[in-house]
């Protein structure tokens, strides 16, 4: 018996869409305006971020986006070809691809200028590019696309979406959380060195600065300070009243003493304040930074103890560049404009110091939809000691007193870092018994 002979149908070729109707003509503009608006934005994201990115993942983000910029212009002939020219067949398959990587990156663009973005332009430009991206993979799909092997080509499209999509979590979610990494402060107490004439004396004193982390800081501004110290000693034993009190009078201020019972801490003078570092500077990965400060002190100081104290306002290079490096800005008894709070601190006699400097985010993406932010440092001084205070915002917002979730805000998007070391006490018994 004689099998009988198979059947084969050819498979009918993709019917191509015609401009005869107006509609098709605005289809076919709408579409290449879609794609060639998404491959400016993102080429132009894409370059920023693959030059000039602070971090590895970020550099990637870059190439992702050149890489989809490409799909999407060459999407662009895709559709012209599949419209009028004519002249590849799987030039429909090429503008469903490209449409529907333009959908995906407006879409995750759309989200993080809604969620991390300032301007209302560009998220109302994704906007409309995502709604726009939408209509064109319907269209395109409905313009009698030819898929080839379905399965081979959802791998292919799903794998390296699923591979962009991570690396934008990483990028936007993991990394502002991850743990932060803290350089360390440390003081040393030199033996202490009697003058000529006895009639004075110097302590010298040690202060380091070791990054071991692995990553750079920009030093935003560092102190020293050092406050002496009268503590008489009580005839007889202090009673639980008296403990009290002091706890009390220690809950109004930053001075840290203990309960004793025949000790009477009475609150600090500074002696000397100074900065140890320049301004600006920065502290590379396992980079290690030691300077020699000295203080002088007649034999006839009315202080028992000296506490010194050292403090430091960094910010991570990966997460902010600074340009210009930071500048003098003002005096808080100055002619220029200052903060209101910095005029009340002057008023119980504590001044300022005040430097400015442009911060640059650090990807392209947050650099254009985002306000222009200053970083502001005010070194104060005044009788009972010095400190730092960091602040970044935007140009005519230092008066805003940011809530404590805020500043965390703040602190993980630019990798702020306060360090302190202190206080370290040196007793001047020992020492004023010499002369």
Not at 39 to 50: A, H, K, Q, V, Y
Not at 312 to 337: E, M, T, Y
Not at 385 to 413: D, K, M, Y
């Amino acid at each position: 018996m004689t099998p009988p002979k198979r059947r084969y149908v050819a498979r009918p070729t993709a019917r191509r869409p015609s401009l005869k109707t107006w509609r098709s003509r605005v289809t076919l503009s709408v579409i290449v305006l879609v794609l060639l608006a998404t491959t400016i934005l993102l080429s132009r994201f894409g370059l920023e971020d693959f030059a000039h990115a602070l971090t590895f993942p970020g550099r990637v983000t870059g190439a992702v986006l050149i890489a989809v910029s490409v799909t999407t212009l060459l999407a662009a002939a895709a559709v012209l070809d599949h419209w009028v020219g004519r002249c590849f067949p799987y030039s429909g398959l090429v503008a469903l691809i490209g449409v529907f990587a333009a959908l995906l990156s407006n879409a995750l663009l759309l989200a993080e200028t809604i969620k991390e973005g300032e301007s209302h332009v560009y998220p109302v430009l994704f906007g409309v590019l995502t709604a726009g991206s939408v209509w064109a993979v319907f269209a395109v799909w409905r313009a009698s696309v030819s898929v080839p092997a379905p399965k081979r080509l959802a791998a292919a499209v799903i794998v390296p979406t699923v591979i962009a999509i991570g690396n934008f979590g990483y990028q936007n979610l993991y990394l502002p959380y991850q743990r932060e990494t803290r350089p360390l402060i440390t003081l040393s107490l030199g033996k202490a060195v009697l003058s000529k004439d006895r009639k004075a004396f110097a302590i010298p004193v040690d202060i380091t600065l070791r990054n071991r982390s692995d990553v750079g800081f920009y030093v935003l501004g560092t102190e020293f300070h050092a406050m002496g110290q009268r503590v008489p000693l009580s005839s007889k034993d202090r009673l639980r009243g008296q403990w009290r009190t002091d706890a009390e009078q220690w809950s109004k201020s930053s001075d840290i003493n203990p309960l004793s019972r025949r000790e009477i801490h009475q609150p600090g003078q500074m002696l000397e304040a100074q900065q140890w570092m320049p301004y600006g500077q920065w502290i590379e990965s396992s980079d290690t930074f030691s300077t020699r400060l000295v203080l002088q002190l007649p034999m006839s100081t009315p202080y028992d103890q000296v506490a010194f104290y050292a403090t430091a306002s960094l910010a991570r290079k990966d997460r902010l560049v600074l340009q210009p490096p930071l500048d003098f800005k003002a005096l808080s008894w100055g002619k220029r404009p200052v903060p209101g709070w910095v005029k009340e601190q002057q008023k119980k006699g504590i001044d300022s110091l005040i430097y400015q400097a442009r911060v640059h985010e650090n990807n392209a993406i947050d650099e254009h939809t985002r306000s222009a932010r200053f970083v502001t440092v005010y070194w104060t001084f005044g009788p009972h000691g010095a400190r730092l205070v960091t602040s970044i915002a935007r140009r005519g917002e230092e008066e805003h007193n940011p809530s404590p979730s805020q500043q965390r805000e703040v602190s993980g998007r630019y990798g702020l870092v306060d360090l302190i070391a202190g206080p370290y006490q040196q007793n001047l018994w020992d020492i004023k018994s010499q002369r």
